[in-house]
Nanobody, 129 residues
Framework: QMQLVESGGGLVQPGGSLRLSCRAASGVTLEYYTIGWFRQAPGKERAGVSCLSSYGGDTINADSVKGRFTVSRDNVNNTVYLQMNNLKPEDTAVYYC?????????????????????WGQGTQVTVSS
């Protein structure tokens, strides 16, 4: 069973930056898969943030983070990143990476949680003064 591991979260001031990493503990090559980034705050539904299509496909960002977040893939290190700039308090959440299903999310929008089926444990991002 494939397992994803997120890292890079922490406490940052508004306007600051963080870079999250997503790695496959199983050693599966991530560039073969569509990767989504989701976030979930307490009492709120898990929501799509950004995604990166497999096989060199384009990236998609939710309106709430467009222009501030960038998802990228480092094939040499088999890692997917989420660069988060100009962070705002409303970005505070647990952030997850996930593998897309066979019917290919990340087509115009990030998609919903049910469009992804393998998840990491999450990493906490807190934006506060």
């Amino acid at each position: 069973q494939m397992q994803l591991v997120e890292s890079g979260g922490g406490l940052v001031q508004p306007g600051g930056s963080l870079r999250l990493s997503c790695r496959a503990a199983s050693g599966v090559t991530l560039e073969y898969y569509t990767i989504g980034w989701f976030r979930q705050a307490p009492g709120k539904e898990r929501a799509g943030v950004s995604c990166l299509s497999s096989y060199g496909g384009d990236t998609i960002n939710a309106d709430s983070v467009k222009g501030r977040f960038t998802v990228s893939r480092d094939n040499v290190n088999n890692t997917v990143y989420l660069q988060m700039n100009n962070l705002k308090p409303e970005d505070t959440a647990v952030y997850y990476c996930a593998l897309g299903t066979d019917w290919r999310p990340c087509q115009g929008t990030v998609g919903e949680s049910y469009d992804y089926h393998i998840w990491g444990q999450g990493t906490q991002v807190t934006v506060s003064s």
